[in-house]
């Protein structure tokens, strides 16, 4: 059973950086792939960004290129989701996601396991 905690977020301005991290316990972390995932109010949960289980290969979506990281330490099992010059749109809960076979995937039924969610809220 893969367990998946995320931290980091909260309150901030528009135009601030904040990283949110996700810590896994149990399952093969350094074999899996990892995404962040976001779920904004009345609207359908959405990949954000996701990193291969090399960390070689990254994917953003198009919205958040150019101002969200993601990366990995394979040693913490943890994953982190840097986000700068937010927008009130970035506004959402933001899922930890793990997919065991380790490749990339954007359709979010196919991830494995998800965390419980952490709340980023960008003000204007």
């Known amino acids: 059973q893969v367990q998946l905690v995320e931290s980091g977020g909260g309150l901030v301005q528009a135009g601030d950086s904040l990283t949110v991290s996700c810590v896994a316990s149990?399952?093969?972390?350094?074999?899996?792939?990892m995404g962040w995932l976001r779920q904004a109010p009345g609207k359908e949960r959405e990949l954000v960004a996701a990193?291969?289980?090399?960390?070689?290969?990254?994917y953003y979506q198009d919205s958040v290129k150019g101002r969200f990281t993601i990366s990995r330490d394979n040693a913490k099992k943890t994953v982190y989701l840097q986000m700068n010059t937010l927008k009130p749109e970035d506004t959402a809960v933001y899922y930890c996601?793990?997919?065991?076979?380790?490749?990339?995937?954007?359709?979010?039924?196919?991830?494995?396991?998800w965390g419980q969610g952490t709340q980023v809220s960008v003000s204007s």
């Open positions: 149990g399952g093969t972390f350094s074999s899996s792939a």
């Open positions: 996601a793990i997919r065991l076979s380790g490749t990339i995937v954007t359709g979010i039924g196919l991830w494995d396991y």
């Open positions: 990193v291969s289980r090399s960390g070689d290969t990254k």
